[in-house]
Protein backbone atom coordinates (compact mmCIF):
# COMPACT_ATOMS: atom_id res chain seq x y z
CA UNK A 1 0.00 0.00 0.00
CA UNK A 2 1.37 3.77 -0.89
CA UNK A 3 0.99 6.30 1.42
CA UNK A 4 2.73 9.42 1.67
CA UNK A 5 2.50 12.04 4.27
CA UNK A 6 3.66 15.74 4.20
CA UNK A 7 4.88 17.42 7.49
CA UNK A 8 5.70 21.42 7.84
CA UNK A 9 5.70 24.19 10.22
CA UNK A 10 1.95 24.96 9.79
CA UNK A 11 2.91 29.26 9.93
CA UNK A 12 5.56 31.38 9.12
CA UNK A 13 6.51 35.13 8.53
CA UNK A 14 6.64 36.36 5.42
CA UNK A 15 10.43 36.54 3.84
CA UNK A 16 10.62 32.89 5.60
CA UNK A 17 11.80 29.93 4.07
CA UNK A 18 9.38 27.01 4.01
CA UNK A 19 11.10 23.60 4.27
CA UNK A 20 8.42 20.91 3.97
CA UNK A 21 9.22 17.09 4.44
CA UNK A 22 7.23 14.38 2.50
CA UNK A 23 7.46 10.65 4.14
CA UNK A 24 6.42 7.92 1.74
CA UNK A 25 6.20 3.95 2.00
CA UNK A 26 5.42 1.38 -0.29
CA UNK A 27 7.45 2.48 -2.99
CA UNK A 28 10.99 3.27 -3.43
CA UNK A 29 12.61 6.77 -4.94
CA UNK A 30 15.02 4.71 -6.24
CA UNK A 31 12.80 2.65 -8.40
CA UNK A 32 13.20 3.03 -12.20
CA UNK A 33 10.49 5.42 -13.44
CA UNK A 34 9.40 6.59 -10.11
CA UNK A 35 9.08 10.07 -9.41
CA UNK A 36 7.59 12.63 -6.00
CA UNK A 37 6.01 15.80 -7.02
CA UNK A 38 4.73 18.37 -5.46
CA UNK A 39 1.15 20.68 -5.45
CA UNK A 40 -0.01 23.58 -3.96
CA UNK A 41 -3.62 24.15 -3.64
CA UNK A 42 -4.99 27.66 -2.71
CA UNK A 43 -8.32 28.72 -2.51
CA UNK A 44 -7.57 31.41 -5.19
CA UNK A 45 -5.01 29.75 -7.89
CA UNK A 46 -6.44 25.95 -7.29
CA UNK A 47 -4.12 23.31 -8.17
CA UNK A 48 -0.84 24.40 -9.26
CA UNK A 49 2.18 21.89 -9.48
CA UNK A 50 5.16 23.26 -8.35
CA UNK A 51 8.36 20.07 -8.67
CA UNK A 52 9.09 17.41 -9.59
CA UNK A 53 12.26 14.56 -8.77
CA UNK A 54 12.71 11.10 -10.25
CA UNK A 55 14.25 8.36 -9.01
CA UNK A 56 18.05 9.08 -11.37
CA UNK A 57 18.01 12.61 -9.26
CA UNK A 58 16.77 14.79 -12.78
CA UNK A 59 14.71 17.68 -11.55
CA UNK A 60 12.13 19.95 -12.74
CA UNK A 61 10.61 23.08 -11.50
CA UNK A 62 6.88 25.01 -12.40
CA UNK A 63 9.25 28.32 -13.81
CA UNK A 64 6.79 30.62 -12.52
CA UNK A 65 8.80 29.83 -8.98
CA UNK A 66 11.73 28.32 -10.15
CA UNK A 67 14.05 30.82 -8.94
CA UNK A 68 12.58 30.16 -4.93
CA UNK A 69 11.90 26.21 -5.00
CA UNK A 70 14.62 23.93 -4.30
CA UNK A 71 13.82 19.66 -4.43
CA UNK A 72 15.41 17.04 -3.11
CA UNK A 73 15.61 13.34 -1.60
CA UNK A 74 16.53 10.76 0.81
CA UNK A 75 16.22 7.39 -0.75
CA UNK A 76 17.45 5.70 2.35
CA UNK A 77 15.07 7.09 4.79
CA UNK A 78 12.09 7.41 1.98
CA UNK A 79 11.66 10.71 2.12
CA UNK A 80 11.64 13.59 -0.06
CA UNK A 81 11.37 17.20 0.36
CA UNK A 82 10.79 21.03 -1.09
CA UNK A 83 12.04 24.28 -0.01
CA UNK A 84 10.44 27.41 -1.38
CA UNK A 85 12.17 30.74 -0.37
CA UNK A 86 11.00 34.08 0.53
CA UNK A 87 7.59 33.16 1.49
CA UNK A 88 4.65 35.55 0.81
CA UNK A 89 1.05 35.61 1.93
CA UNK A 90 0.07 34.94 -1.67
CA UNK A 91 1.62 31.30 -0.93
CA UNK A 92 -0.32 30.23 1.78
CA UNK A 93 -1.92 27.16 0.58
CA UNK A 94 -2.26 23.50 1.16
CA UNK A 95 1.10 21.74 0.06
CA UNK A 96 0.57 18.16 -0.96
CA UNK A 97 3.70 15.46 -2.25
CA UNK A 98 2.45 12.82 -4.68
CA UNK A 99 4.04 9.53 -6.11
CA UNK A 100 4.10 9.43 -10.10
CA UNK A 101 4.77 5.78 -11.00
CA UNK A 102 6.30 6.52 -14.77
CA UNK A 103 4.31 9.40 -15.68
CA UNK A 104 0.62 8.41 -13.90
CA UNK A 105 0.17 11.03 -10.79
CA UNK A 106 -1.72 8.13 -8.59
CA UNK A 107 -1.44 8.97 -4.95
CA UNK A 108 -1.15 11.77 -2.90
CA UNK A 109 -0.80 12.38 0.34
CA UNK A 110 -3.44 14.42 2.99
CA UNK A 111 -1.67 17.74 2.38
CA UNK A 112 0.06 20.40 4.76
CA UNK A 113 -1.89 23.08 5.56
CA UNK A 114 0.66 26.38 5.27
CA UNK A 115 -0.26 29.73 6.55
CA UNK A 116 1.72 32.81 5.39
CA UNK A 117 1.69 35.89 8.16
CA UNK A 118 3.08 38.58 10.12
CA UNK B 1 1.77 27.21 -19.89
CA UNK B 2 -1.51 24.79 -21.42
CA UNK B 3 -4.51 26.06 -20.21
CA UNK B 4 -6.93 23.53 -19.28
CA UNK B 5 -10.59 24.91 -19.38
CA UNK B 6 -13.40 22.59 -17.71
CA UNK B 7 -17.10 23.08 -18.33
CA UNK B 8 -19.53 22.90 -16.31
CA UNK B 9 -18.37 24.56 -13.04
CA UNK B 10 -20.86 23.30 -11.30
CA UNK B 11 -23.08 19.74 -11.86
CA UNK B 12 -26.26 19.46 -10.31
CA UNK B 13 -27.06 15.18 -10.25
CA UNK B 14 -29.44 12.91 -9.26
CA UNK B 15 -28.50 9.60 -8.12
CA UNK B 16 -28.29 7.34 -11.12
CA UNK B 17 -28.14 10.01 -13.63
CA UNK B 18 -25.25 9.66 -15.70
CA UNK B 19 -23.28 13.17 -16.52
CA UNK B 20 -20.18 13.99 -18.43
CA UNK B 21 -17.45 17.18 -17.68
CA UNK B 22 -15.32 18.82 -20.33
CA UNK B 23 -12.16 19.28 -20.56
CA UNK B 24 -10.85 21.44 -23.46
CA UNK B 25 -6.84 22.18 -24.01
CA UNK B 26 -5.02 25.40 -25.44
CA UNK B 27 -2.63 23.25 -26.89
CA UNK B 28 -3.15 19.68 -28.10
CA UNK B 29 -1.56 16.82 -25.75
CA UNK B 30 -0.64 14.87 -28.37
CA UNK B 31 3.11 14.55 -27.88
CA UNK B 32 5.71 13.11 -30.51
CA UNK B 33 5.61 10.09 -29.49
CA UNK B 34 1.87 9.27 -29.84
CA UNK B 35 1.53 9.68 -26.24
CA UNK B 36 -1.09 11.72 -24.74
CA UNK B 37 -0.73 12.99 -21.08
CA UNK B 38 -4.45 13.98 -20.01
CA UNK B 39 -5.72 12.88 -16.31
CA UNK B 40 -8.63 12.79 -14.03
CA UNK B 41 -9.09 13.08 -10.52
CA UNK B 42 -11.94 13.13 -8.13
CA UNK B 43 -11.54 15.14 -4.82
CA UNK B 44 -14.34 14.66 -2.04
CA UNK B 45 -14.99 17.55 0.41
CA UNK B 46 -12.00 17.19 2.72
CA UNK B 47 -9.47 14.87 1.20
CA UNK B 48 -7.07 15.04 -0.99
CA UNK B 49 -7.57 13.94 -4.96
CA UNK B 50 -7.49 10.90 -5.97
CA UNK B 51 -6.92 9.22 -9.98
CA UNK B 52 -9.84 8.10 -11.71
CA UNK B 53 -8.47 8.07 -15.17
CA UNK B 54 -4.97 8.36 -16.55
CA UNK B 55 -3.66 8.53 -20.22
CA UNK B 56 -7.15 9.85 -21.43
CA UNK B 57 -8.96 6.46 -20.80
CA UNK B 58 -7.64 4.06 -18.32
CA UNK B 59 -9.44 3.40 -14.99
CA UNK B 60 -6.90 3.69 -11.87
CA UNK B 61 -6.44 1.34 -9.55
CA UNK B 62 -9.95 0.25 -7.82
CA UNK B 63 -11.60 2.81 -9.69
CA UNK B 64 -15.06 1.90 -11.08
CA UNK B 65 -16.17 0.94 -14.13
CA UNK B 66 -19.24 3.76 -14.16
CA UNK B 67 -16.04 6.53 -14.78
CA UNK B 68 -14.69 6.52 -18.01
CA UNK B 69 -12.43 8.83 -19.99
CA UNK B 70 -12.50 9.82 -24.33
CA UNK B 71 -11.05 12.13 -26.38
CA UNK B 72 -7.99 13.05 -27.95
CA UNK B 73 -6.00 16.28 -29.05
CA UNK B 74 -7.32 19.22 -27.28
CA UNK B 75 -11.11 18.05 -26.51
CA UNK B 76 -11.54 15.81 -23.60
CA UNK B 77 -14.42 14.02 -21.89
CA UNK B 78 -15.05 12.23 -18.15
CA UNK B 79 -18.65 10.62 -18.06
CA UNK B 80 -19.87 9.04 -15.13
CA UNK B 81 -22.54 6.27 -15.99
CA UNK B 82 -25.11 6.36 -12.74
CA UNK B 83 -24.28 8.61 -10.17
CA UNK B 84 -24.11 8.01 -6.58
CA UNK B 85 -23.53 9.76 -3.47
CA UNK B 86 -19.66 9.34 -2.87
CA UNK B 87 -18.93 10.34 -6.31
CA UNK B 88 -20.08 13.88 -5.56
CA UNK B 89 -17.36 16.69 -5.03
CA UNK B 90 -14.58 18.25 -7.77
CA UNK B 91 -13.48 17.12 -10.33
CA UNK B 92 -10.37 18.39 -12.06
CA UNK B 93 -8.08 17.78 -15.50
CA UNK B 94 -4.44 17.60 -15.54
CA UNK B 95 -2.07 17.74 -18.44
CA UNK B 96 1.68 16.52 -18.00
CA UNK B 97 2.17 16.51 -21.89
CA UNK B 98 3.39 20.27 -21.45
CA UNK B 99 5.76 21.20 -18.88
CA UNK B 100 4.72 23.04 -16.20
CA UNK B 101 2.05 20.22 -15.82
CA UNK B 102 -1.42 22.43 -15.36
CA UNK B 103 -4.88 21.69 -13.98
CA UNK B 104 -7.97 22.42 -14.69
CA UNK B 105 -10.31 24.92 -12.45
CA UNK B 106 -12.37 22.26 -11.48
CA UNK B 107 -16.35 21.07 -11.95
CA UNK B 108 -18.50 20.42 -9.08
CA UNK B 109 -21.30 17.77 -8.62
CA UNK B 110 -23.46 18.18 -6.02
CA UNK B 111 -26.66 16.21 -5.54
CA UNK B 112 -29.70 18.02 -7.09
Known amino acids: QVTLKESGPGILQPSQTLSLTCSFSGFSLSTYGMCVGWIRQSSGKGLEWLAN???????YYNPSLKNRLTISKDTSNNQAFLKITNMDTADTATYYC??????????WGQGASVTVSS | DVVLTQTPSTLSATIGQSVSISCRSSQSLLDSAGNTYLYWYLQRPGQSPQLLIY???NLGSGVPNRFSGSGSGTDFTLKISGVEAEDLGVYYC?????????FGAGTKLELK
Open chain 1, 98 to 107: ARIDYYVMDA
Open chain 2, 55 to 57: LVS
Open chain 2, 94 to 102: MQATHAPYT
Open chain 1, 53 to 59: IWWNDDK
